[in-house]
């Protein structure tokens, strides 16, 4: 077994035993993103130079003996929505193609006082808005199990890069199964924390009631060791709660006694694809033959989630992208153009106005532009009544089915998604069928509750399946320890996908 195929515990026991630099296990994560980021596209850039003068000055403050961070040498790779000084981050879009932020996300801070090694920036959907990574101003990114196939999204570059042994820890955003759903479809572990687990200071927000900040990585271990850094309180994101940080990487390995898992069997109704629903009920399965209960739980408003999610999401992006109107920062388009256009057709729209119009249809994609009009007019006089208050009445009823059914379980356990990874291009043209790939995650969003996605299975083609427990707030620690009891039972998540 290579060194990049061992997991970031192994890893970091090396490191620590001096049997292994960072510099070396940087240098083989580089390597291999040379060798195969060609075939799957998880890398926007890749930060080359400065990650191993990174892992260098960490090698070198190894050697001194000074005290070292949780992350001591380990890389990670961040998701290109989170801002970092002096270094673009592009959110996937045109529109942000030149920006750099001039300060750190709380997130990027925090890996970097953790010693940990940023390799560089992975793809995404545009400003987080997609399930498939197609979105991405840039570049699509394939599945590394097949790459005809979408590795999910919007955090595709960041599942991807996991699954294909380029890097052993990644961060992403989770703002309707963002983490979970390319986990589930990469193979992979995502972790959706619970709203104001994780600081989202320096994340170029999507929807902010719903976007959250959490770790990927090859095994609910790893996933603990990299939470364990990301959490905790920041003063500088107001909706930040200040609840102490467990030690995850300690207590993952600690059973759970007395475990009661709940049911919703309309998670299993039509449309679910008979190789998941086999996958998921064979999980269900293991954690009886561990111990725990099953009891079938309601969630009676849980067929709303769809319909609350893109009426909510789209009218908080409708207003947290405003912003860019090519005035302030970011894409402008030619203003030479506009002076001529508005000489040629007469038009008393006026040159600031043509501006703003066409910077915002220049610099978003369809699908953020999709978005933008869904949410302004949800918002608009006449119908905000209609949709975007009784939207908000509906997230409620959703957060109650929640809190009543966690009266009964400790957890929920069912599906992450419908379908596994379908075909790059099969659902560009029908918004609808994209939207309803978020089906089992959104509702964790809406209500504001912790989500794990895990591997328990493959397909006959061979394709990955996610098993997701979700838990009550600030229960991540109750969490990862469910997961890990079913890794420690199972060996999906050792299998790699095979690339030349």
């Keep these: 077994m290579s060194i990049i195929q061992k997991t970031a515990t192994e890893q970091l026991a090396l490191l620590n035993s001096g049997e292994l630099t960072s510099v070396e ?13 060609g075939q799957v596209g998880a890398f926007l850039r890749v930060e080359t130079e400065s990650a191993l003068a990174q892992a260098a000055a960490i090698d070198q403050k190894r050697a001194t003996e000074a005290p070292l961070g949780k992350l001591a040498g380990l890389p990670v790779a961040i998701k290109d929505i989170l801002c970092t000084k002096d270094t673009p981050t592009t959110c996937g879009s045109r529109m942000l193609e030149n920006f750099q932020p001039p300060y750190n ?43 005809a196939r979408i590795p999910g999204g919007s955090s595709g570059g960041a599942a991807a890069c996991v699954s294909a042994d380029m890097a052993p820890l990644s961060v992403g955003t989770d703002t309707g199964g963002s983490i979970r759903q390319p986990a589930a479809l990469c193979g992979c572990v995502g972790l959706k924390p619970t709203y104001g687990r994780v600081s989202r200071y320096g994340l170029i927000a999507f929807a902010s009631s719903l976007d959250q900040i959490g770790p990927l990585a090859r095994t609910v271990e790893d996933t603990a060791l990299l939470l364990e850094v ?15 940080t467990p030690a995850y990487s300690e207590t993952v390995k600690q059973p759970l006694e007395n475990l009661t898992l709940g049911v919703v069997d309309r998670h299993f109704g039509a449309g679910i694809d008979p190789e998941i629903e086999t996958a998921v009920q064979s999980a269900i399965q293991v954690y009886e033959s561990l111990g725990a209960t099953i009891k079938h739980i309601a969630m009676p408003h849980a067929d709303y989630g769809i319909a609350t999610y893109y009426i909510i999401a789209p009218c908080e992006a409708s207003s947290n992208l405003a ?20 000489a040629e057709d007469g038009s008393d729209e006026g040159p600031l106005v043509r501006m703003y119009r066409k910077t915002r249809s220049e610099g978003f994609g369809e699908e953020v532009q999709r978005r933008i009009m869904l949410g302004t007019y949800a918002l608009s006089e006449g119908y905000y009544d209609a949709f975007y208050l009784k ?25 992450v998604t419908a ?51 979700q838990a009550a707030p600030f229960q991540e620690e109750k969490l990862l320890r469910a997961a890990q009891m079913y890794q420690a039972a199972t060996d999906f998540h050792t299998r790699r996908p095979e690339l030349s």
């Excluded at 309803?436 to 394709?463: H, K, Q, R």
Aim: aromatic share 8%.
């Design 323 to 342: 912003r860019y109107d090519g005035a302030h920062y970011g894409y402008r388009t030619d203003q030479a153009e506009v002076v001529a256009e508005l």
């Design 419 to 469: 379908n596994p990874a379908f075909a790059q291009g099969e659902k560009t043209s029908d918004p609808m069928a994209m939207y309803l790939e978020d089906l089992y995650t959104v509702t964790a969003n809406l209500a504001g509750v912790a989500g794990i996605s895990l591997p328990c299975g493959f397909t006959s083609s061979g394709l990955p399946i996610g098993l997701q427990l």
């Design 25 to 37: 296990l940087t240098q083989a994560y580089l390597n291999q993103i040379e060798q195969v980021d």
């Design 230 to 244: 990301l959490a905790g309180h920041d003063p500088l994101d107001s909706t930040s709660v200040k609840q102490p």
């Design 105 to 147: 996300a709380t997130v990027v801070e925090k890996i970097r006082a953790a010693d940990g090694v940023i390799l560089g920036r992975t793809n995404m959907d545009e400003f987080a808005m997609g399930s498939s990574t197609e979105n991405s101003a840039y570049q699509t990114t394939q599945n590394p199990w097949d790459t």
């Design 391 to 415: 939207a908000l009445k509906v997230r409620r009823l959703i957060r109650q089915d929640y809190d009543a059914a966690f009266e009964e379980v400790d957890m929920i356990i069912g599906p």
